[in-house]
């Protein structure tokens, strides 16, 4: 998924609580959605900028070379730019991008 086209605020944003709790109708219920969704995009986007990070490691590091690698470090400002996974995530429920699961209602049904 791309994150780079979400418009996730970055810096800190008051939120209206209801419009949260209506998503699910338990306030609770959304903060626990939003968390674990939160937890999805952070793994999601340190597995990707480790493995464009190691396209550009050098293998032959040693104690009196140290050198910066220009890519590295571009492609780590970028990654430091992008809105926190909490912003990301919150977004993504507000614009009903979140596929909600109960298993407890699931098996209460059957």
């Known amino acids: 998924m791309s994150y780079k086209n979400l418009n996730a605020e970055k810096s800190t944003v008051t939120r209206d609580v209801i419009d949260l709790e ?15 969704r939160s937890n999805q995009i952070s793994t999601h986007l340190k597995e990707e900028l480790v493995q464009k990070l190691q396209e550009f490691a050098s293998t032959t590091d040693s104690l009196e070379e140290v050198y910066e690698n ?3 470090i571009e492609i780590s400002k970028h990654y430091e730019k992008l809105p926190k996974a909490t912003a990301l995530a919150m977004q993504e429920m507000l614009e009903d991008k979140v596929y909600l ?3 407890e209602s699931e098996s209460d049904s059957i």
């Open 22 to 36: 209506n998503k699910t109708g338990n306030l609770y219920q959304s903060i626990v959605a939003v968390s674990k």
């Open 70 to 72: 220009r890519e590295q």
């Open 101 to 103: 699961r109960n298993p």
